[in-house]
């Protein structure tokens, strides 16, 4: 392994640009059919306000194994069945 001891400075010439990168009207969802065998335990519900890496849901049959939301927002359905599908 090598250490730098010295590093290098990069002239970088105007301003940071903090211009969102993601729609706001930008709809995620995760669907039953990527989570095969998976019995959820939802910890959110629809109305809720979600933040990125928030838990959605827990398995079941494996406490302690959390799935967490791809993205912010707010939580418009959750329709469960033979398709379940988690609409943020």
């Known amino acids: 392994m090598q250490k730098i001891r010295n590093g290098l400075d990069i002239p970088i010439s105007g301003s940071l640009n903090t211009r969102s990168l993601?729609?706001?009207?930008?709809?995620?969802?995760?669907?039953?059919?990527?989570?095969?065998?998976?019995?959820?335990?939802m910890l959110v519900k629809e109305g809720?306000?979600?933040k990125i890496g928030q838990p959605l849901?827990?398995?079941?049959?494996?406490?302690?194994?959390?799935?967490?939301?791809?993205g912010g927002g707010v939580i418009e359905s959750v329709n469960r069945g033979i398709k379940e599908h988690y609409s943020l």
């Open 22 to 41: 993601t729609s706001k009207n930008q709809d995620r969802s995760t669907g039953g059919a990527d989570y095969h065998g998976l019995k959820p335990s």
């Open 48 to 50: 809720d306000r979600v």
């Open 57 to 70: 849901f827990e398995d079941k049959k494996n406490k302690g194994v959390l799935f967490t939301s791809p």
